[in-house]
C-alpha cells in the first residue's frame, strides 16, 4: 500500500529523503513550494483526512528549520509525515488553515515558539502560550533556557558540589 | 393591637434564638448532605467558626456606598421576614410584631433583600456580579408566583391574611394542618420553597461552577459576615413561616426547631441529588409546572371553600 | 487584552454622552496594602483561634499540585474534619491552594488572586517547585521560588505531596496562626515594594481580567 | 420527563447510612511498602561515586562532604545531599546508585516554615525515616547499565600451552564500546591509580570512538600504555563502582585497545614530537626500566636532554627481562619505547653504573640524575638445602628465558612462592616442560591462602587452565635431597601469614606436613635491590628509612638534591608505580633545574 | 439549536462566515474572563466570553497558565532524564506520557520489550484511564451542580490510586514506564485487591448511573448541548471519544494496536450524536470497558518474568538519528510523540500531541458560541480538556 502511494507521489511530486519508519509510518521530505499542494492532495484524493500534528525542529546547526506535517489514513490506517525545510534566517510558510481547523492553533504556536511567519492564517500573531515575551522565540536552538531562568528567577543561593574526581585529588595528592 | 416596646426585647430574643437555630441546622444540614457523599462534612458548629473569622478579618476593600448598604438591604429583609411572622403560637413572648396584614408584608420583605442585593453587588461591578443579579431577580420573580399562589391560596383557605389567625386556625392536632386539608396548595407552596432556597435544581443564583458565586462574589470579610448572618435567618424565617401556613405551627420551641428542620431538610434532599437547572429552565419550568399546578391549586382551594 | 486597553480612553455611552473611561482607577485598587496591627492579646488569641479553625481556600491549582486537591476534597481525605473548606472566589478565600509549580503565566495571577483576599492571609506552599525550582529550575516559564513573590507560611515537600502531606501542612498552618505566627499579610504590606518588583520583573505585560486585581 | 428520572437520584440517600469511607487518621497513614518517599543512604555502603548526581535531572543532588567519613581508595568521602525544593521522587538515583546504598523510604511528609531546610544528606543528618524498612528499593533484573564485563577472548590452554604466544587477544572495536559504555565516570579510579590516569576520561574518548584523543589522554599520565595496558596490577579495576553489582570495567583493556588501535607512526603526529623548546640541561637516568623510561619521556617532553644507562642490551627492565613474552610481546614493548626514543631521548646501554660509571661521574656530567634501578636480586627461603645448584632464583630464569639462554628444565618442578612473579616463573617453565616433555609436572606452592595471594585472580585461573597444580597455604620446609639430587620440598601447613596489626608473621602447624616431589625448585618469593652504587661513596649524606630504602619526598628527591629516586626500589611494586615514579621524578626535577 | 437561532436574525449580525460581529462600544455585550481561576475551568485556562445576557456570541480561548517548556527542557535532557519529566505533562493520566516516550525511544533505538512488561503497560494504561475517567466524571456533574456523585467517582479513583501506589509506589506520577520495559510486577496479593477496587467501582457507577444518568434535570440541561456533527471530526482535529460519541469509530487502540491491546477482547464504543449527554454516556461505557479490560488483562497476565530490556548505560545513552511519531489511545483521544533524534545524547526535539489542544481551542470556540454561559463549564468538561497538554 505505502510502496503504491510513494510511487505515485512520485509522479507527481519532488519528494525525497522518503523513509518508512514503520509498515504504517512513512517520512518524507517536500518542495517548500509544492508542500501545501502535496498536503491538500493527501487529504483530498488520498484519504489523509486527519492532520495529527504540524511541528518544526530547530536544525541550528544547518541553518533550517523542518516543518513537519503529520497526516493520519483512518481508513486504512496509516500515517505521512511531510517535512519541509526553511531557510532559518527568515522563516515563512503557506497557511494551511483552511484545510483543518485546528491548523492556526498550530500555527499560532509555531509563530510564538519558533518564531516562523504563516500570513494569513487567523489570529497568527496573537500571543498564544507566553506572554510579554521580549527573548528570541523559546524553542529556537539558541535559546539557552537555563540561563534565562537563572537570569530572570532567583535560584535559591547555598549549593555547593564537588566532583569526586578533584575531590579525591584534593583529600590524597594534592601535591602532584 | 397597641405596641409594647417590650415587645422589642422579646423580638431580640427571638431573633437571636432563630439565629442560631439556623446556625446549627445549616451545619448539620450540611453534614448530612456530606454524609450522602460518603464524607464526614463539618463540624455542626463550623458555621459559627466561619462567621467570626469573617467579621475577624482585618481588612476590607468597599466599592462604594451601595456596596456597604447591599449586604444590609440583604440582612433588612431577613430580618424583616422573620420579625412580621408569629413564631410561637400562643406565646405572648415570640409572636414578634405579627399584625392582620403580616403576610403581604412578610411577601415584600422576601424580595426586599433580594433587591438591596441586587444594588450592593451591582456596586462591585463585577460581570459574574451583574450575571447573577439578572438571574436572582428572575429566579425570586419565578419562585415568587407559586410561592404568592400558595400564600393566596392558605389565604382563601382560611379567610386571612394574618399568620396567626391561619396557625389559630391549623391547631388541634395533625389533621388540621394544611399539609393535609390542603395538600396540593402545600405542593406548590414547597415547590416556591425549593426555589427561593437557592438549593439545587434552582440555585442559579450561586451557581459556583458557572459564575463563582454570583452577587456575592466580591464580598468579603465584614460583608460576607452579615450575609452570613443573613443566611441563618432569612431561610429560617421562610420555614418558620411555612411552618406556620401549612405544617400548623408550633406550640414551643421544639417542636418548631423539629419542624422547621423537616421543612428545611425537603430542599437539603432535593438538592443533594440534582443537577442545577439553567437559569431559563428553572424559570420555564416554574412557569409551567409550578403555575399550573398553583392555578389549579387555587381553583380547587376555592372549590372546596365553597 | 493588552497593556493598550488599561489606556484611559474616551467612550460614547449607549445614550450618546461622552465620557472618559480610566480602567486603571475604574477597575484596580490604587491602594497600597496597609500594615494591620493584631488586637490585644487574649482577644486575638480567640480571633486567631477562630481563624485557623475556619480555613477557606481559594480553589485555584497554579500547577499540577491541584490534582491532589481533588482527593483533598472527596471523601477519601475529609477537609472539612480539619477544617478546611474551599471557596470558589478570592475575595472570600484566606489560603491561596498556592501553586504547585508557578508557571510565571499563572504567577501573573497568583499575585492578584493573593491581593484580593483580605487579611490575615496566609500562604501555604504546595510541592518541592515552589521552594527552590523543582524539576522545573532550568525552564524559562516556571519561576523558582515561591518567597520572593508571595509571603509563604508553609512549605510542603514532595512532588506532588500526598494529600496527607497536604493536610499536614494545613495543620502545621493551624498551629502557626495560632501562635500568631501567621501575619504574612503584614510582611507582604511591609515589603510591598519588593515583592512587587519581583513579580514585575516576570509580570512583563498585561494579559489578565480587567477586574481581578 | 420520565417519573424515574425523577426519582432515581433520590436513591443517593442510601448512602446516609451507610458509614463515611475517610481515611481514619490521614496524617499517620503509612504509604505503600514501595513508596518513594524521602531518601536514605546506608553511609558505610555509599562511595560517594556521585552517579546519583549525575543522573539527577532536577540537579537536586550535590556531592558534599560529611564528617566523620574520610577520603580513601574507592572512597571520595562525599556524600550525596538532596535538595527537596528540586527532587522529584523520580527514584532514578536509587535505581542507578552504583552501591545500592541509596534506597527510599515511605515517608513523605516534611513540612516546615523555611524554605532553606529541605536540604540534607541522607544518612549523616538524622531524620525521622532512617530507620524505616519499607519503602522503595531497587527492583532486581533491573539495572540501567551493563553490569556484566564484556568477556575478553584469550587464546585456548591447548593452544597457548606450548608456546609463548600471547594469550590474551584484546577487545574489537565493538567489544570495546560496549565494555567504554558501562562506565558511569565516577573517577574513584584515578586516585587508585598510582599513574593517577584519567581513566574516565580516556574512557569516554574509546566511547566515542576517538583514538587520537584516547592517546593524548593515555600519555599525558604513562607513556607505557602498551605495556600498562597488558600487564598492569590494574588496582584501579579494584575500586571501580561496577564492581558493587557486578564486574568492574576492564579498564586495563580498554587501555590496550587504544594503544593497539593507534599504529606507531602515528604517535608523533597525534602527540607531537617538538612541543617544548629544547634546554640546555642534562638528566641522566639510571635503569631503562618503566621507571627510567617514564621519567625519561617526561623530562624529554619538558625539553631536557636525557640519557638513559642500561645495564642490559636491551631496554625494558622489568618489563622486559622480567614478564614473560606471551603476556607482553616484545614488539608492543618496543612500540612503546620506540616512540620515548623517537623523542630524543638517548639511551647507552651495556653500562651497569657502579661498574661501567660512576654516579659521581654522572653528577659531574648531568644537572640531576633518576635512578630506578629496581629489584633484581632474587630473595632465597634459606631452607635446607636451598643452596642446591637445582635451586634457582625466578628472577634470573625469566632473565635467561628473554635473553635466549639455555634454561635448564627438570621434568617435576616445584615453584614456591604466590606472587605475580612465581606465577610468571610457573607458566613459562609449564610451557618449556609442555615443549620438551610434552606435559607439564609443576607443582606452585605458597605461603598464603588462596583469598589473599598476592597473584592476579586471573593469573591464578591461568595457570591452573595450563595444568600447573596450585598448593596454597603451605612454608617450604626443607629442600630433599637423596644422592645430591633433589627428591622434592617438605612442606609445613601455614595458619596465617599476617598477624592482627597487619605484619608478616606467619604461623604454621608444624603437625600437617606434606612433600611435594620434585626435581628441580624454584624459590619466587621476592627480589631485593642492589643500591650500592651510591650508598657506598654517599653513605654519610644520603638519609635512609629505617626500612633501609633511601628517604625520598613525594618527587623522589632524596637527601641530595640531585639525585632522585623512584621505581621498585622506593617502594614500587610495579610497573604503574614506577612508571608514576618516575613522571613524579620529572617534576621535581624540572622543579628542581628552574628553581 | 435551530429554533434558538431563530430569535437572533436581527443581533448581532454575522460575518459572511457566520461569525457574530462584536463592536465593543456598542454597551450590548459583557465580556467576562472565566478562568483561569474558575470552579468550572478543568485545569488552567481561561475563556474570554462576549456575552449578550446569558448568551454566548464570541470564544477566545487563553492557554499557556501551566506552559512549563517541557519540550524545550527536554532538548536539555538525556533521555532516560526525560523519563521522570514527561508524565508531568499530563496529571491525570500521566503514563501515557511514558509509555509514548518509552516506545519512541525503543523504536528508535531498536530494543525489544519482554512480554512480561508489555502486559504490565497495558495494565498500568487501562488503569489511568480508569482514574482519570473517574475523576472526569465528578467534574463533568459538578459542572452541572450536582457534586455527589464526584464525591463517590473521586473515592473509587482514590482506591486505584492506592493500587497504582502499590505497583509503582508512586500515587500521582507513577513513574513506571522506563524506557526498555517496566520497573516491577504486580505485589503479592494485588490480583485480590485489584479484584475488590473494580467492584467498588461497579458498584459507585451503578449509584452514578441512577444519579446522575436516570436524572431528569441532568438531562434536560445535557441532551442537545454541544452538538459535534460527524463531519466535524476530521475538520477541528478531533479523536478519542468526542470523535467516538459522534459515531467515528476511532480508537487507537483498534486502529494502530500497540502493547497487547490485540491480544484483548473489546469492542470500539460509538455513539450516535455527539452532544454533551451522549459523551458522557460513552465515557461512562468507557469506564466500565477499562473494568472489563482490566480483568482480561489480569486473567492473562504472566505472574513473573523477565521485564526489563538490557538498556545500554543510560548516562551516555546515545540514539540514531531518525524521527518517529509514537501514539497511544488515552481518555481524551490520541496521545501522541513526534520525536527526531539526531545522534546525540539527547533529543533534538519531543513534540507532544495531546488531544486537548484541537479539542480544547479550535473545537471550544466554535462550539461555546451561542450557549448560555451557565453551560460553558459544562460544555468544556464534556470536551475532557486538559490545558496542561496543549501548551506543555
Known amino acids: 500500500m505505502m510502496k503504491a502511494l510513494i510511487e505515485r507521489l512520485e509522479q507527481k511530486f519532488r519528494i525525497s529523503e522518503v523513509v518508512r519508519q514503520r509498515n504504517d509510518e512513512l517520512f518524507m521530505t517536500a518542495a517548500k513550494e509544492e508542500a501545501v499542494s502535496l498536503v491538500t492532495y493527501l487529504k483530498e484524493y488520498e484519504g489523509f483526512t486527519h492532520l495529527v500534528l504540524l511541528t518544526a525542529v530547530d536544525w541550528l546547526e544547518a541553518g533550517r528549520f523542518q516543518l513537519t506535517y503529520l497526516l493520519n489514513n483512518n481508513a486504512v490506517k496509516a500515517d505521512a509525515g511531510i517535512r519541509v525545510y526553511l531557510d532559518r534566517e527568515r522563516p515563512e510558510m503557506e497557511s494551511i488553515h483552511h484545510l483543518w481547523k485546528q491548523a492556526a492553533t498550530y500555527q499560532r504556536e509555531l509563530k510564538e515558539m519558533f518564531g516562523i511567519g504563516f500570513p494569513g492564517s487567523p489570529r497568527v500573531d496573537e500571543p498564544f502560550i507566553l506572554e510579554g515575551w521580549r527573548d528570541i522565540p523559546p524553542y529556537r536552538r539558541d535559546f539557552d533556557t537555563k540561563k534565562y531562568s537563572e537570569k530572570t528567577y532567583f535560584p535559591r543561593p547555598g549549593r555547593k558540589t564537588y566532583d569526586p574526581e578533584e575531590y579525591m585529588k584534593k583529600q590524597l595528592y594534592p601535591e602532584e | 393591637m397597641g405596641f409594647e416596646p417590650v415587645k422589642i426585647l422579646y423580638a431580640l430574643i427571638s431573633l437571636f434564638l432563630i439565629f442560631n437555630v439556623g446556625m446549627l441546622i445549616s451545619g448539620i444540614t450540611r453534614k448530612i448532605g456530606a454524609r450522602v457523599g460518603r464524607r464526614h462534612g463539618i463540624r455542626f458548629y463550623q458555621p459559627y467558626i466561619d462567621l467570626v473569622k469573617n467579621y475577624a478579618l482585618r481588612s476590607n476593600v468597599s466599592h462604594g456606598v451601595m456596596f456597604y448598604l447591599g449586604p444590609v438591604f440583604r440582612l433588612t429583609g431577613g430580618i424583616g421576614v422573620y420579625l412580621f411572622i408569629p413564631v410561637i403560637y400562643g406565646s405572648e413572648y415570640f409572636s414578634n410584631f405579627s399584625f392582620a396584614g403580616d403576610m403581604v408584608l412578610v411577601l415584600y420583605f422576601i424580595f426586599f433583600g433580594t433587591l438591596g442585593m441586587a444594588l450592593g453587588a451591582g456596586e462591585g461591578g463585577h460581570p459574574y456580579s451583574a450575571i447573577g443579579i439578572g438571574r436572582g431577580l428572575a429566579q425570586v420573580t419565578a419562585a415568587e408566583i407559586p410561592l404568592v399562589i400558595a400564600f393566596l391560596g392558605v389565604a382563601i383557605q382560611y379567610q386571612s391574611l394574618s399568620v396567626t389567625e391561619i396557625v389559630a386556625a391549623q391547631q388541634g392536632g395533625m389533621m388540621q394542618w394544611t399539609m393535609v386539608t390542603n395538600p396540593l396548595i402545600t405542593l406548590v407552596g414547597l415547590i416556591a420553597f425549593l426555589g427561593t432556597m437557592s438549593r439545587s435544581p434552582f440555585d442559579v443564583v450561586m451557581a459556583p461552577q458557572e459564575i463563582p458565586i454570583g452577587p456575592p462574589t466580591e464580598f468579603h470579610s465584614t460583608f460576607l459576615g452579615v450575609l452570613q448572618t443573613n443566611r441563618a435567618i432569612f431561610p429560617m424565617a421562610k420555614t418558620v413561616l411555612f411552618v406556620n401556613l401549612f405544617f400548623g405551627g408550633a406550640a414551643n420551641w421544639g417542636v418548631l426547631v423539629l419542624k422547621v428542620f423537616i421543612v428545611y431538610m425537603t430542599s437539603v434532599v432535593v438538592g443533594v441529588v440534582f443537577p442545577r437547572f439553567r437559569v431559563d429552565q428553572s424559570i420555564r419550568w416554574f412557569y409551567k409546572y409550578a403555575l399550573i399546578l398553583g392555578i389549579i391549586a387555587l381553583f380547587v382551594t376555592s372549590l372546596i371553600i365553597r | 487584552m493588552t497593556k493598550k486597553d488599561l489606556d484611559k480612553r474616551k467612550v460614547t455611552g449607549p445614550d450618546g454622552e461622552k465620557f472618559e473611561v480610566d480602567p486603571l482607577r475604574d477597575y484596580f485598587c490604587q491602594e497600597r496594602p496597609r500594615v494591620h496591627d493584631p488586637a490585644r492579646r487574649i482577644w486575638e488569641g480567640f480571633l486567631n483561634w477562630a481563624r485557623s479553625e475556619s480555613l477557606w481556600i481559594l480553589g485555584y491549582g497554579t500547577g499540577c499540585g491541584a490534582i491532589e486537591m481533588r482527593p483533598l476534597m472527596t471523601p477519601r481525605f475529609t477537609p472539612n474534619k480539619h477544617r478546611i473548606q474551599w471557596r470558589p472566589t478570592p475575595w472570600q478565600s484566606n489560603v491561596p491552594s498556592s501553586a504547585a509549580i508557578c508557571p510565571s503565566r499563572p504567577q501573573a495571577r497568583g499575585p492578584g488572586s493573593y491581593e484580593q483576599m483580605q487579611g490575615p492571609k496566609y500562604v501555604v506552599a504546595l510541592g518541592s517547585c515552589t521552594i527552590n525550582g523543582g524539576m522545573y529550575w532550568d525552564s524559562y516559564n516556571t519561576i523558582n521560588r515561591l518567597d520572593k513573590y508571595l509571603p509563604v507560611d508553609v512549605y510542603i515537600t514532595g512532588c506532588m505531596p500526598r494529600p496527607e502531606s497536604l493536610l499536614a501542612g494545613f495543620e502545621k498552618l493551624k498551629t502557626l496562626i495560632r501562635e500568631g505566627r501567621g501575619e504574612g499579610q503584614n510582611l507582604y504590606a511591609k515589603h510591598f515594594d519588593e515583592y512587587k518588583a519581583n513579580q514585575k520583573k516576570i509580570i512583563r505585560d498585561w494579559d489578565m481580567p480587567d477586574y481581578n486585581w | ?595 | 439549536m435551530a429554533d434558538k437561532n431563530k430569535y437572533r436574525e436581527k443581533f448581532p449580525e454575522k460575518d459572511p462566515d457566520g461569525s457574530n460581529i462584536i463592536d465593543p462600544e456598542s454597551h450590548k455585550f459583557i465580556k467576562v474572563w472565566q478562568g483561569p481561576q474558575h470552579p468550572g475551568i478543568t485545569g488552567n485556562m481561561s475563556l474570554e466570553l462576549i456575552l449578550q445576557g446569558d448568551e454566548v456570541m464570541h470564544c477566545k480561548t487563553h492557554v499557556g497558565y501551566l506552559h512549563r517548556g517541557f519540550e524545550k527542557l527536554m532538548e536539555r535532557r538525556r533521555f532516560i532524564q526525560c523519563f521522570p519529566l514527561v508524565c508531568r505533562i499530563a496529571v491525570p493520566e500521566p503514563d501515557f506520557n511514558e509509555y509514548c516516550l518509552a516506545a519512541t525511544l525503543e523504536e528508535l533505538a531498536g530494543i525489544k520489550v519482554p512480554e512480561a512488561a508489555k502486559w504490565m503497560r497495558t495494565l498500568i494504561l487501562e488503569m489511568s484511564r480508569l482514574t482519570s475517567f473517574l475523576m472526569w466524571l465528578g467534574g463533568q456533574s459538578g459542572a452541572f451542580g450536582l457534586g455527589v456523585a464526584g464525591q463517590w467517582t473521586n473515592y473509587v479513583r482514590d482506591l486505584m490510586l492506592d493500587r497504582f501506589e502499590e505497583i509503582s509506589g508512586g500515587r500521582i506520577y507513577r513513574m513506571h514506564i522506563p524506557p526498555g520495559g517496566v520497573r516491577g510486577l504486580t505485589p503479592d496479593g494485588f490480583r485480590a485487591r485489584m479484584e475488590e477496587t473494580l467492584q467498588a467501582v461497579e458498584a459507585a457507577m451503578k449509584d452514578v448511573d441512577r444519579t446522575l444518568f436516570d436524572n431528569a434535570v441532568f438531562k434536560r440541561r445535557t441532551v442537545g448541548l454541544g452538538y459535534i456533527p460527524p463531519e466535524m471530526v476530521d475538520a477541528y482535529g478531533v479523536t478519542g471519544p468526542n470523535a467516538r460519541a459522534a459515531g467515528v469509530p476511532k480508537d487507537v487502540r483498534r486502529d494502530h494496536p500497540y502493547l497487547k491491546y490485540p491480544e484483548l477482547d473489546f469492542d470500539v464504543i460509538t455513539g450516535n450524536d455527539s452532544d454533551v449527554y451522549t459523551r458522557t454516556d460513552l465515557r461512562r461505557k468507557e469506564i466500565l470497558l477499562s473494568v472489563d479490560l482490566i480483568r482480561q488483562i489480569m486473567a492473562k497476565m504472566p505472574g513473573s518474568g523477565e521485564y526489563m530490556a538490557k538498556l545500554p548505560n543510560v548516562l551516555h545513552w546515545k540514539i540514531p538519528r531518525g524521527e518517529t511519531y509514537i501514539r497511544a489511545e488515552c481518555t481524551r483521544g490520541e496521545y501522541g510523540f513526534y520525536t527526531v533524534t539526531d545522534g546525540s545524547g539527547y533529543p533534538r526535539r519531543i513534540n507532544v500531541r495531546g488531544p486537548s489542544y484541537t479539542h480544547a481551542v479550535a473545537l471550544m470556540e466554535k462550539l461555546a458560541v451561542d450557549c448560555n454561559i451557565a453551560d460553558v463549564a459544562g460544555l468544556m468538561s464534556s470536551l475532557h480538556t486538559y490545558p496542561p497538554e496543549i501548551e506543555r
Open chain 4, 1 to 595: 420527563m420520565r417519573l424515574k428520572d425523577v426519582l432515581s437520584p433520590f436513591l443517593a440517600w442510601k448512602h446516609l447510612f451507610s458509614p463515611p469511607v475517610p481515611v481514619r487518621k490521614p496524617l499517620e497513614r503509612e504509604a505503600a511498602p514501595r513508596y518513594r518517599g524521602f531518601h536514605q543512604n546506608d553511609m558505610e555502603e555509599c562511595i560517594g561515586c556521585g552517579t546519583c548526581e549525575e543522573i539527577c535531572q532536577n540537579a537536586a543532588i550535590d556531592m558534599v562532604p560529611v564528617e566523620g567519613i574520610g577520603t580513601r581508595d574507592g572512597d571520595s568521602g562525599l556524600r550525596p545531599r538532596i535538595d527537596y525544593g528540586r527532587c522529584c521522587w523520580c527514584a532514578l538515583c536509587v535505581d542507578i546508585c552504583t552501591t545500592g546504598s541509596l534506597t527510599m523510604s515511605n515517608e513523605y511528609q516534611w513540612i516546615d516554615t523555611d524554605p532553606d531546610v529541605f536540604r540534607f544528606v541522607p544518612g549523616a543528618e538524622a531524620k525521622p525515616w532512617d530507620e524505616r524498612k519499607k519503602g522503595y528499593r531497587k527492583p532486581e533484573h533491573y539495572e540501567l547499565y551493563n553490569t556484566e564485563r564484556i568477556p575478553m577472548e584469550e587464546v585456548p590452554p591447548e593452544a597457548r600451552s606450548k608456546s609463548f604466544i600471547e594469550i590474551v587477544k584484546g577487545y574489537s572495536k565493538a567489544q570495546a564500546l560496549r565494555e567504554a559504555d558501562r562506565c558511569v565516570e565516577c573517577g574513584i579510579c584515578i586516585a587508585t591509580c598510582p599513574a593517577h590516569m584519567g581513566i574516565p576520561e580516556y574512557i569516554k574518548a574509546v566511547r566515542e570512538d576517538d583514538m587520537e584523543q584516547a592517546l593524548r589522554v593515555l600519555y599525558e599520565t604513562n607513556p607505557l600504555p602498551e605495556v600498562c595496558g597488558r600487564i598492569c596490577t590494574h588496582k584501579c579495576e579494584t575500586v571501580c563502582s561496577m564492581q558493587y553489582k557486578g564486574d568492574p570495567i576492564s579498564i586495563r583493556w580498554l587501555k590496550r585497545y587504544i594503544a593497539d588501535q593507534v599504529p606507531a607512526e602515528r604517535y608523533e603526529e597525534i602527540l607531537g614530537a617538538d612541543a617544548v623548546e629544547q634546554s640546555n640541561k642534562k638528566v641522566a637516568v639510571i635503569g631503562a626500566g618503566p621507571g627510567g623510561l617514564s621519567a625519561a619521556y617526561y623530562l624529554a617532553r619538558l625539553g631536557y636532554r636525557v640519557n638513559v644507562f642500561e645495564e642490559r642490551a636491551e631496554p625494558g627492565g622489568m618489563m622486559r627481562y622480567g614478564i614473560p613474552e606471551y603476556r607482553l610481546p616484545y614488539d608492543q614493548l618496543d612500540k612503546d619505547i620506540g616512540y620515548i626514543r623517537s623523542l630524543g631521548v638517548k639511551m647507552t646501554f651495556n653500562t651497569r653504573v657502579g661498574k661501567d660509571i660512576t654516579l659521581e661521574q654522572l653528577h659531574k656530567d648531568y644537572d640531576a640524575v633518576f635512578a630506578a634501578t629496581g629489584l633484581h636480586q632474587g630473595r632465597s627461603t634459606r631452607v635446607d638445602g636451598a643452596d642446591h645448584p637445582m635451586v634457582f632464583q625466578a628472577i634470573d630464569i625469566l632473565r635467561d628465558v628473554t635473553e635466549g639462554k639455555k634454561i635448564e628444565v627438570a621434568e617435576k618442578i616445584v615453584v614456591i612462592g604466590g606472587g605475580n612473579v612465581a606465577m610468571d616463573i610457573a607458566r613459562t617453565l609449564a610451557r618449556l616442560q609442555n615443549q620438551k616433555y610434552g606435559k607439564v609436572q609443576l607443582i606452585l606452592t605458597s605461603l598464603e591462602s588462596e583469598d589473599i595471594m598476592p597473584a592476579d585472580l586471573e593469573e591464578i585461573v591461568e595457570s591452573r587452565e595450563e595444568n600447573v597444580v596450585i598448593e596454597p597455604s603451605w612454608g617450604p620446609g626443607s629442600i630433599k635431597i637423596e644422592d645430591g639430587k633433589i627428591k622434592g620440598l617438605n612442606v609445613i601447613r601455614c595458619l596465617s601469614v599476617f598477624d592482627e596489626d597487619g605484619r608478616f608473621n606467619p604461623k604454621f602447624d608444624q603437625n600437617e606436613t606434606n612433600f611435594f616431589e620434585a626435581d628441580q625448585v624454584i624459590e619466587a618469593i621476592g627480589q631485593g635491590m642492589d643500591i650500592e652504587y651510591m650508598t657506598k661513596k654517599f653513605e654519610d649524606r644520603l638519609e635512609m628509612t629505617p626500612r633501609n630504602r633511601v628517604k625520598v619526598d613525594i618527587f623522589g628527591q632524596s637527601s641530595l638534591p640531585w639525585l632522585f629516586l623512584g621505581g621498585d626500589i622506593t617502594g614500587g611494586t610495579d610497573a604503574i608505580t614506577a612508571i608514576a615514579d618516575g613522571h613524579r621524578a620529572a617534576k621535581g626535577i624540572d622543579k628542581f633545574l628552574n628553581k
